[in-house]
Structure formats: C-alpha cells, structure tokens
C-alpha cells in the first residue's frame, strides 16, 4: 500500500489557522475513522496530537482538531503559535494485516 | 509513567543484522490491548511503520520488510526487540519504539529514538 499525501508545507501567522490535508484511499482513510496525527520537533521523539480522527490525548492544546471527509482526513490548528512550528505527520489503520499507513509529513512554518 | 528506552548497537555492517531492544518502565509489557512496535526515520525523511506486536503474541510487518524482520517480547524482562537482517545503507534511520493502542493504529508513548548506521 502507498503513504497517505500530504502537502509538503504549509504556513500560516500567529493567530491565524492552517489545515493540513491527509489523502488516502477507500481502503485505509475513507473506510476507517482511525486517522492519528503526531507533531514532531526537529530531533525529538513524535506527539501523538490527535487520534481515532478526532480525539485529543490528555494535554493536548484544544487548538488542534481532527476531522474527516471522504478519504482525506485533516488537521486544524488554530490560534496558531510559534511553538507549533514543526513536522506533522497523518497516520491510518490500514486494515489488520498492514495497521499502520503513514503521511509523508508535513512542514509547518509560522511566519 | 509509562517510559520506553531503545538500546543497541549505533553503527552495522552491510549485510549484518539490526538488533534493536526496547525497555519498558513504568507499565507492564503483558498489560492487555496494546501492541508494542517499532518506527523508523531515515535522515530528513519521514516516518516508516516497520511493525509490531500485539499483546497476544501476534506480529504485523510492512510488506516491504516483512521478510527481513522479526519482532518479539520478553514479558520477563519487560522489553520488546528488533531484529532486521541483511541490512543496507538504507537502513541508516532513527529508530523508535512505541506503545500502540486502539487498534495498534496510534503511538501514545515513544521512545527517544536512537540511530542506527549502516556502514562497513
């Protein structure tokens, strides 16, 4: 099975909010609703920010939100902040022979 | 607080095996309804799922690796481990372990990750 597409960059200011695009097929994205999304700094560990499409792990900023429309899944920060300047990754159950379906990764600049 | 911890050796030799441990504190490795599983970073690339394990014993590989790599436990020391033979330079990554949960689907706990070359 191919990675998830997701846009290479995007960029966004202080307080405005960006959406990051995730698309996948009718066999991994489209037909489960089990789409997570990390935050990963440049040399750290990934955060799991968002999972099962929308629900956000204890301690993650209500910022960030998860959603799903056919087989594109996407993440919305909003108000955003320097600190959420970083790589994001979209990941999909892909079924239980090949469970985990990653993104290429998305770059977030706040300008 | 669940914490994990990859150990192993940072530098192999082409053709060699990878072999990769993962320790577990915090949390017992037997504790039903995880998967425990191992992800890769080549160098300014993105992630790649290499698989995993479920607390049944089960194991789930990417295709593209599945006959290059075992994973297993040892629920009497708490840690799981990697094993990838015939390994190539492009291998070369960081590689993280993590607790899966749901359906083995997302990695709420990482390890810090430790990177792995391969170079003779």
């Known amino acids: 099975q191919s990675a998830l597409t997701q846009p290479a960059s995007v960029s966004g200011s202080p307080g405005q909010s960006i959406t990051i695009s995730c698309t996948g097929t009718?066999?991994?994205?489209?037909?489960?609703?089990?789409v997570s999304w990390y935050q990963q700094h440049p040399g750290k560990a990934p955060k799991l920010m968002i999972y099962e499409g929308s629900k956000r792990p204890s301690g993650v900023s209500n910022r960030f939100s998860g959603s799903k429309s056919g087989n594109t899944a996407s993440l919305t920060i909003s108000g955003l902040q320097a600190e959420d300047e970083a790589d994001y990754y979209c990941?999909?159950?892909?079924?239980?022979?090949?469970?985990?379906?990653f993104g290429g990764g998305t770059k977030l600049t706040v300008l | 607080q669940l914490q994990l911890q990859e150990s192993g050796p940072g530098l192999v030799k082409p053709s060699e095996t990878l072999s990769l441990t993962c320790t577990v504190s915090?949390?017992?490795?037997?504790?039903?309804?995880?998967?425990w599983g191992w992800i890769r970073q080549p160098p300014g690339k993105g992630l790649e799922w290499i698989g995993s394990i479920a607390y049944s014993g089960s194991t789930y590989y990417d295709p593209s690796l599945k006959s290059r790599v075992a994973i297993s436990v040892d629920t009497s020391n708490n840690h799981f481990s990697l094993k990838l033979n015939s390994v190539t330079a492009t291998d070369t990554a960081v590689y993280y372990c993590?607790?899966?949960?749901?359906?083995?689907?997302?990695?709420?706990?990482w390890g810090q990750g430790t990177l792995v070359t391969v170079s003779s």
């Open positions: 993590a607790r899966l949960a749901g359906y083995g689907e997302h990695g709420d706990y």
């Open positions: 990941c999909s159950y892909a079924g239980s022979s090949t469970p985990v379906l």
């Open positions: 915090g949390g017992s490795i037997s504790s039903s309804g995880f998967y």
């Open positions: 009718s066999s991994d994205v489209g037909r489960y609703n089990l």
